[in-house]
């Protein structure tokens, strides 16, 4: 296992990734985050881990709903294991995304929007990802749904804070 780790985790930025569109890297480390899930009126903590991967080239993490310290024999409705895949394609200077968890995957495209950070579902435009703000030692992301009107749905929210 040792061998894979080394060979996927990456010590810094590929050079062939301009700095100006390494919008995921301040990310790279441990996170705990509060998700809170609108639809449902429930939340839960848990923690998301960011690594540089692929020489470089991407950004890869996992998020854990609830953190793995609160985890119980009942199982939490907002339960989720899952990992994305973020890498930068140096063709569109946006970055390609895959996140999969337990019998989903979902492909998305990340571009800036102004401060925003906004990952589309390429199977359902309507449906976004958006990292709000990002510091050095927190940020915000919600979970989105694109209206008829135009306006935006919440459905949740993620407030982390680095570990």
Do not use: C
């Amino acid at each position: 296992m040792n061998d894979f780790v080394e060979a996927l985790v990456s010590d810094g930025r590929s050079p062939e990734l301009p700095e100006e569109l390494d919008w995921f890297g301040s990310l790279v480390g441990s996170w705990k985050l509060d998700y809170v899930d609108r639809n449902l009126a429930s939340s839960v903590k848990g923690e998301w881990i960011f690594a540089r991967v692929l020489e470089g080239m991407g950004i890869q993490d996992v998020i854990i709903l609830p953190a793995r310290d609160a985890r119980t024999e009942t199982p939490h409705p907002l339960t989720e294991y899952g990992t994305s895949l973020r890498v930068y394609n140096p063709g569109t200077r946006a970055w390609d995304v895959a996140y999969g968890y337990a019998g989903k995957i979902f492909r998305l495209k990340a571009r800036r929007e102004g401060d925003q950070i906004v990952l589309t579902n390429l199977a359902d435009e309507r449906h976004k990802w958006v990292f709000v703000s990002i510091e050095d030692d927190r940020f915000h992301w919600q979970n989105v749904n694109v209206r008829d009107d135009g306006t935006w749905h919440v459905n949740a929210d993620i407030y982390a804070e680095r570990a």
